[in-house]
């Protein structure tokens, strides 16, 4: 397999929620990424920077980076990340800028999802559990 050329930052990560409208007073330092939609906002940013009063609050997220510029007519990029990271058992989410791409994935599996995203094996399933 080759490696994708994944980059861990060290930041430990939150995804909170927020109701529909709602704006942070300033942006957040550093890597964040906000999203709204129909029914709610959702910010991800450091765990240290997460503004008071969400409605929900996962903390807990690393980020890995693919560096980038992928191009834009690059197909099956993410297919291959998401079979690498389920072959380990570790779920993810994604999220995109113009030229780079990102997945959070949780702290605790952060390690293991760059040696698989580099091309290691991904360790033997266990049944009914996911990898830390």
Known sequence: MTDLGPQLDP??????RWPRGW??????????GMVEDEGE???VCAEAVVPPGS?????????IT????????QVG????????LASAQIPFTSMAGFTTDHV???AAQADLAVAVLRGEPAPEPRPGTTNP
């Open 11 to 16: 930041t430990h990560l939150a995804v909170a």
């Open 23 to 32: 704006r942070p007073a300033t942006l957040p330092d550093g890597f964040f």
């Open 41 to 43: 906002v959702t910010l």
């Open 55 to 63: 409605l929900a609050l996962e903390p807990g997220w690393r980020r």
């Open 66 to 73: 693919f560096a980038g510029p992928l191009p834009w007519e």
């Open 77 to 84: 990029f993410l297919a291959d990340v998401a079979g690498r």
């Open 104 to 106: 959070l994935v949780r």
